[in-house]
């Protein structure tokens, strides 16, 4: 009894992946991957003026232009290039995923969200923002950011 009642459990949660839905907004796989500074990190030129970008799951920021074996570089390669709203150097860690999407990208079909948490001097709490390592979309930095410049 007790093993029909754990096959019946793990079915149940698999059908729960499989409806999941799509609920990112801002996919864009015409997006184009920026390009890169000598320092090996993105060339970013924009800072959103959408206060949802990077900080709502619904509008992450989507870094898949890569496979997702080797699309850790990219959440390197974007973090690299943003600062604080006043230049300041900024740290970075992966403290969750979530937020299941289906996605052709994979062959499970569907993706996860990761989440990082982002310090720099004088912010007073760590802000966390949702990075999607499976869909293409516009690379900017979130709104409260700053852009590394790079001479």
């Not at 992450?60 to 997702?68: A, I, S, W």
Request: with cysteine; aromatic share 12%.
């Amino acid at each position: 009894m007790k093993k029909i009642f754990l096959m019946s459990l793990s079915l149940l949660a698999l059908s729960s992946c499989v409806s999941t839905r799509n609920t990112i907004k801002n996919i864009n796989n015409d997006a184009k991957m920026p390009s890169l500074s000598k320092e090996k990190t993105f060339v970013i030129v924009q800072i959103s003026k959408d206060k949802k970008y990077g900080y709502d799951q619904d509008y992450p920021v989507n870094l898949g232009f890569m496979t997702y074996q080797t699309s850790e570089i990219n959440v390197q390669r974007y973090f690299g290039a943003l600062t604080g709203p006043k230049g300041e150097k900024l740290s970075y860690s992966k403290v969750d995923t979530c937020c299941p999407f289906p996605s052709k990208r994979t062959d499970m079909g569907a993706g996860l969200l990761d989440i990082y948490e982002v310090t720099w001097d004088g912010l007073a709490e760590p802000v966390r923002i949702y990075v999607n390592l499976y869909e293409k979309g516009e690379i900017v930095a979130p709104y409260g950011f700053g852009i590394r410049i790079i001479p």
